[in-house]
């Protein structure tokens, strides 16, 4: 069994068949030698690809990029900002992102200073439901005319579209770990 | 001259006197192995201190505090988070912080599962201004009786109160880099 699923089944709350809370190692508090582990299992997957820069999102996907980074000899990470307003024309990207679990929709945006058709990006996030904030990131990537070299989660919920959305799109998308389903409190992962 | 004080001249962007912008490489794109230089210095200055949580706030802190905890022994790190509203009664400890930059009022919040009595806090920030937000963290460790070890941040603008504040309340406060003013597009740091 895999790092990640073993420690989802340990320290993970179920709070329904769809919701799987991880707050107490990956996205409010940071289990960061954990997290470093799992960052060379994603260095460990990409390290032949020339990839130059992570791109995440604030808040939750920050301290698992740059973890990843550290592995990398010396890569940036960009972080995309989230905003309720739109602020196009002032020197950035932006994409309108739907959030699954408030179900709002918000604006990501990164600096035009910090993503150009020079960089090789590796998409990092910390949850992978219907991929709306990773196809804002691709978004973009796109506008920047940014290579995407790969995109990688730690938990893909293998129930709901997005996993299928980003692989039929042709990216390498590597999820550390895919919960299949939740049933009477056990969670199940799928194989791959 | 200190590390973080050559990279401001070189890489800081004078926007007025008030104002340098370090997005390059601090708060929007984050230079990784830099910060992480910048981890083992706060952890070389607290590293005797019996230090088991760092405690920071989303979302440009929450990089240099995971990369601080990897030099400490497997500590992990707590951030709060920003809200627009009172939550209050949802198990979580919360306070109101005022942002400088936006004049804008917020709460940020952590839940009391990860703050307690036990905890001996070093808490993190990029920036420090006024102090709101470091004020903000040090009420909710209050909140939960945790005690504050020490704290560090990246920049200190000391033509500003914050870093005053927070020391005459006695707290053991780190700033990597005290800019003492910005005149005539040249910085001026705090020799200390």
Same mark, same amino acid.
Request: a neutral charge.
């Given at each position: 069994?895999?790092?990640?699923?073993?420690?989802?089944?340990?320290?993970?709350?179920?709070?329904?068949?769809?919701?799987?809370?991880?707050?107490?190692?990956?996205?409010?508090?940071?289990?960061?030698?954990?997290?470093?582990?799992?960052?060379?299992?994603?260095?460990?997957?990409?390290? #032949?690809?020339? $990839?130059?820069? =992570?791109?995440?999102?604030? !808040?939750? /996907?920050? +301290? @698992?990029?740059?973890?990843?980074?550290?592995?990398?000899?010396?890569?940036?990470?960009?972080?995309?900002?989230?905003?309720?307003?739109?602020?196009?024309?002032?020197?950035?990207?932006?994409?309108?992102?739907?959030?699954?679990?408030?179900?709002?929709?918000?604006?990501?945006?990164?600096?035009?200073?910090?993503?150009?058709? #020079?960089?090789? $990006?590796?998409? =990092?996030?910390?949850?992978? !439901?219907? /991929?709306? +904030? @990773?196809?804002?990131?691709?978004?973009?990537?796109?506008?920047?005319?940014?290579?995407?070299?790969?995109?990688?989660?730690?938990?893909?919920?293998?129930?709901?579209?997005?996993?299928?959305?980003?692989?039929?799109?042709?990216?390498?998308?590597?999820?550390?770990?895919?919960?299949?389903?939740?049933?009477?409190?056990?969670?199940?992962?799928?194989?791959?």
């Amino acid at each position: 069994m895999k790092l990640l699923e073993q420690r989802i089944i340990q320290d993970g709350k179920i709070i329904n068949n769809n919701v799987i809370k991880v707050d107490s190692f990956l996205n409010h508090q940071l289990d960061t030698a954990f997290l470093n582990e799992l960052g060379q299992q994603i260095y460990d997957y990409f390290k #032949e690809r020339k $990839i130059n820069k =992570i791109l995440t999102i604030e !808040a939750s /996907g920050i +301290a @698992l990029a740059t973890l990843t980074a550290l592995h990398f000899e010396d890569i940036p990470v960009v972080f995309c900002k989230k905003q309720k307003t739109s602020n196009i024309g002032k020197d950035i990207f932006e994409s309108k992102v739907k959030s699954y679990t408030t179900n709002k929709e918000y604006i990501i945006t990164v600096s035009k200073r910090f993503l150009s058709p #020079e960089d090789n $990006i590796l998409i =990092i996030d910390d949850f992978l !439901a219907e /991929g709306n +904030a @990773l196809l804002g990131m691709i978004d973009v990537c796109n506008q920047a005319k940014a290579n995407i070299e790969g995109i990688s989660v730690a938990i893909e919920k293998g129930f709901q579209d997005g996993g299928k959305i980003i692989r039929q799109k042709g990216f390498d998308l590597l999820s550390l770990a895919i919960v299949e389903r939740v049933e009477n409190g056990n969670i199940y992962f799928k194989n791959h």
